[in-house]
């Protein structure tokens, strides 16, 4: 009898452990499911919105902080401004008026790239801090957002998602306009 239960506790325990890493993995899955898809939704908004853009205005803090707000204007003259938020953590859209929709959540590092070509119809990045605002929103020609983002849960490990967009041509948007 004390054999027995002996090996029946033994038995349950390892049940209960199996349990409880299963579930651990479960969480795990669901929040990198859960950025994965708010990463995808953002990144399908993006692209129709830089897909219609005629003219892009960019914003920053200080002439050498990184680009931090993006408004692209469209042909039809509607304005879409999509804004990173560092102390949050998140990447919103605001549609001309209206307020701002939280697309991303939980980013831990942001960056929106903008692209012009060169002299010879060669694509290059722009170094924002090497350009003002003004020769920025003039020479953008393709942008690129680029984030790492993270959920956590007490007792689990993290779920991190690194994502790199295409870089989104904006059609409409004639150089040096």
């Keep these: 009898m004390l054999v027995s239960t002996a090996l029946s506790a033994v038995i349950l325990i390892g049940i209960l452990s199996s349990v409880l890493f299963i579930a651990k993995g479960g969480f795990l899955l669901n929040n990198y499911i859960e950025m994965e898809s708010e990463a995808r939704a953002a990144l399908e908004t993006f692209a129709v919105d830089a ?84 020769s920025l929103n003039n020479e953008t020609k393709m942008v690129q957002i680029s984030l790492s983002a993270i959920r956590s849960q007490s007792n689990l490990s993290d779920a991190t998602n690194n994502v790199v967009s295409a870089r989104f041509v904006l059609r409409n948007k004639r150089r040096g306009t």
Excluded: C, H
Excluded at 77 to 101: C, E, H, I, K
């Design 51 to 134: 897909r219609m853009t005629e003219d892009v205005t960019w914003s920053r803090d200080s002439v050498t902080s990184p680009l931090t707000v993006l408004t692209l204007v469209a042909v039809t003259g509607d304005s879409v401004t999509y804004t990173y938020n560092s102390a949050a953590g998140t990447l919103s859209r605001a549609a001309g008026v209206a307020a701002a929709q939280t697309m991303i959540s939980g980013i831990q590092s942001f960056t929106f790239t903008a692209y012009r070509y060169d002299s010879e119809d060669s694509v290059k990045a722009m170094e924002p801090a090497t350009y003002t605002i003004a």
